[in-house]
């Protein structure tokens, strides 16, 4: 009888694809993947730990399964991933109702390790963060199979004060691009129509390889590959925004016209004391790029308030930027203080109430751009795929335009006579709300 396991991840897509692989290992290995941890033998869980928030999270989970470990059919409870990798063995000795963890350099390996559980070894395997994908390691992917991240490279050199991803994700490292593009081939023989890139930086992409082919170069390779109608583009640095980029983007129709930025701060003392290299002016001219050469793309960002030293002069900085540039989606998180970061030594640290403040205006004053920009899409067309059965009487599905990430952005619900999960039609949009659309098939 094989044992079974069930895989839960937390945090990112990056985080996403590497659950995907150690899925595949397992079950080429002779366990089962079982959909509910009820009837796992083994539960996996693919741990976050890159702010305070997240860590609790995953935190939560583990103690929330090995609660399940001690009533249920649970035999071995695993922890994987950036928490592991950020604290080591320290965690033998907090979590002992855990049997193994593994460091994220350990993900094709995870087999061997758990087989070995009932022999007594080591209860934690931590090594370098030097696990790098590959199309060799195949993945049973766990979003629905008209889609899937692509992992174009890991690790991370920006060395931004508040993060401390280099420490559990190494340096960065890109992949070969024949190596992406046999990867792309297998997803789209497998029915993937949307990649979605991802990296910690997708934007320094070759950089490392000196004279390798970089991002543009990548994407139109990528394009060529048949059966792929959306690539999609996440975690850009704005440094590394040019308009080489832009028009490759406005001149590849698979290419969606949608580019998440993350710029965290618009001040210029904050984005010096987050270590980010680009000063307000460049970014304001980067977006203005961005508009100009691309008509209308969709831009996502990501900002960070309650830094250490954000005033209300400074805050209020933030806030007059989100206004004027009117993102298409903002996500928006609080300062999280992390062990062993430049940032935690800084003076200036705000309460938590402050900070909690400070997002939910943001967040309002987002809405109500977010609804006025849905609003001005009346009466346009768009691509959506289609993604399962709507919950609103009238509406047929529920599906996501090409300005709509899965997961981070709002949906498009369709009316439609024809086609199915997956496909992609042609729809007016002629209803919308602060996030969502809605939609009618050409």
């Not at 089962?32 to 989970?61: R, Y």
């Not at 070995?116 to 992917?141: Q, T, V, W, Y």
């Not at 498009?412 to 602060?434: L, W």
Request: charged share 25%.
């Amino acid at each position: 009888m094989k044992n079974t396991v069930h895989i839960i991840s937390l945090g990112c897509p990056k985080n996403l694809i590497d659950s995907e692989v150690m899925a595949a290992v397992l079950v080429k290995n002779g366990f089962e993947l079982v959909p509910s941890p009820e009837d796992a033998q083994i539960i996996v869980i693919n741990t976050c730990a890159f702010i305070l928030p997240a860590q609790e999270e995953s935190i939560d989970e583990i103690f929330r399964m090995a609660q399940m470990k001690q009533e249920g059919s649970c035999r071995h409870l695993v922890v994987t991933g950036c928490l592991p990798q950020r604290y080591g063995t320290l965690l033998e000795k907090e979590i002992p109702e855990v049997d193994l963890f593994l460091g994220t350099g350990e993900v094709p390996r995870i087999a061997t390790y758990i087989t070995a559980l009932c022999g007594g070894s080591p209860r934690s395997f931590i090594g370098d963060p030097d696990f790098l994908m590959n199309s060799s390691h195949r993945r049973l992917l766990s979003t629905p199979p008209h889609t899937a991240y692509l992992k174009i490279a890991e690790g991370c050199d920006n060395h931004c004060s508040y993060c401390i991803i280099p420490t559990v994700r190494g340096a960065y490292r890109s992949r070969e691009m024949d190596d992406i593009l046999r990867e792309v081939e297998l997803l789209a023989h497998g029915g993937v129509k949307e990649i979605i890139l991802t990296a910690q930086e997708t934007t320094r992409y070759g950089h490392d390889r000196g004279a390798t082919p970089r991002l543009p170069a990548l994407l139109r390779e990528m394009v060529s590959i048949e059966g792929i109608e959306w690539i999609r583009l996440l975690y850009t640095h704005p440094a590394r925004l040019d308009d080489g980029l832009f028009r490759t983007i406005r001149d590849l129709d698979k290419v969606c016209r949608y580019i998440d930025i993350p710029v965290q701060h618009i001040d210029d003392i904050i984005l010096r004391s987050m270590n980010r290299r680009g000063d307000s002016t460049f970014i304001r001219n980067m977006i203005a790029q961005a508009k100009r050469i691309i008509p209308g793309v969709a831009l996502r960002t990501s900002l960070i308030v309650g830094f250490p030293g954000e005033t209300e002069e400074i805050f209020d900085r933030l806030l007059a930027f989100v206004r004027e540039v009117r993102f298409d989606h903002v996500g928006v998180f609080e300062y999280s203080e992390e062990e062993g970061t430049e940032a935690a030594a800084l003076p200036g640290h705000l309460s938590g109430e402050i900070k909690a403040f400070r997002r939910g205006i943001i967040m309002e004053e987002q809405a109500g751009i977010s609804r006025e920009i849905n609003q001005s899409l009346l009466g346009s067309t768009t691509q959506i795929v289609l993604e399962e059965p709507s919950d609103i009487e009238g509406y047929d599905y529920i599906g996501r335009a090409e300005r709509q990430a899965p997961d981070i952005d709002g949906i498009t619900y369709v009316k439609t006579g024809q086609g199915g999960i997956g496909d992609m039609v042609t729809g007016t949009i002629i209803s919308a709300d602060e996030y969502d659309l809605f939609a009618e098939e050409v």
